[in-house]
């Protein structure tokens, strides 16, 4: 896998799964983003362990070096859904109100796992021997948070989002804009670049 967005990818669901709370993770559940918090089919309730968590690289504006190199910003949303929990009005006892608003706690806990994150060596497989790795310590920059928002949703799930900012560059078509190194075809796939 030589995607730098799909290293990406692994690097922020291996820091947010490192998250933990009493030596367990803080959540159990963490996906590409695809809409499944969307979906209920029927039951009311996704179809996801909570707290779950999903993560969208959504955009990715790019500038040119020269040399065939380019920096980029990409931005990502990282959502965090929570099941529906107690009320949080002021009549609620503090045990219970203070249960609804764990939420804000575990999105605190992930933005400390995030903001100012870089990835550095990251492993892509575990279960080969050696591991498969791959060093974004030259690629990715660091995590910078812009904003964090609660959605209007029409169920009763709490869902926050927060949206980071992080820098790219990207020199893999320096030598040649023809050639894809470090890409071994397979019967899974294999790239061709059109001359």
């Given at each position: 896998?030589?995607?730098?967005?799909?290293?990406?990818?692994?690097?922020?669901?291996?820091?947010?799964?490192?998250?933990?709370?009493?030596?367990?993770?803080?959540?159990?559940?963490?996906?590409?983003?695809?809409?499944?918090?969307?979906?209920?089919?029927?039951?009311?309730?996704?179809?996801?362990?909570?707290?779950?968590?999903?993560?969208?690289?959504?955009?990715?504006?790019?500038?040119?070096?020269?040399?065939?190199?380019?920096?980029?910003?990409?931005?990502?949303?990282?959502?965090?859904?929570?099941?529906?929990?107690?009320?949080?009005?002021?009549?609620?006892?503090?045990?219970?109100?203070?249960?609804?608003?764990?939420?804000?706690?575990?999105?605190?806990?992930?933005?400390?796992?995030?903001?100012?994150?870089?990835?550095?060596?990251?492993?892509?497989?575990?279960?080969?021997?050696?591991?498969i790795t791959a060093d974004l310590s030259n690629t990715w920059g660091h995590l910078i948070r812009l904003r964090t928002a609660t959605e209007q949703r029409n169920d009763t799930i709490r869902v926050r989002q927060?949206?980071?900012?992080?820098?790219?560059?990207?020199?893999?078509?320096?030598?040649?804009?023809?050639?894809?190194?470090?890409?071994?075809?397979?019967?899974?796939?294999?790239?061709?670049?059109?001359?």
């Amino acid at each position: 896998m030589t995607s730098a967005f799909a290293q990406l990818y692994i690097a922020l669901q291996a820091r947010i799964a490192a998250i933990t709370i009493g030596g367990n993770p803080a959540i159990p559940w963490i996906n590409q983003d695809l809409g499944q918090l969307e979906h209920d089919n029927g039951s009311g309730r996704p179809a996801v362990a909570f707290p779950a968590c999903t993560i969208d690289i959504e955009d990715t504006t790019f500038e040119n070096l020269g040399d065939n190199t380019q920096t980029g910003i990409a931005r990502i949303c990282i959502r965090i859904a929570f099941p529906p929990y107690s009320n949080t009005s002021n009549l609620t006892p503090a045990p219970y109100r203070n249960d609804a608003l764990y939420f804000y706690d575990l999105e605190t806990a992930v933005h400390i796992a995030l903001q100012g994150y870089t990835p550095g060596i990251i492993t892509i497989d575990g279960t080969t021997t050696p591991p498969i790795t791959a060093d974004l310590s030259n690629t990715w920059g660091h995590l910078i948070r812009l904003r964090t928002a609660t959605e209007q949703r029409n169920d009763t799930i709490r869902v926050r989002q927060l949206h980071y900012t992080i820098t790219l560059l990207d020199d893999t078509t320096t030598n040649d804009p023809t050639l894809i190194t470090g890409i071994t075809p397979s019967s899974t796939f294999a790239f061709t670049i059109p001359s």
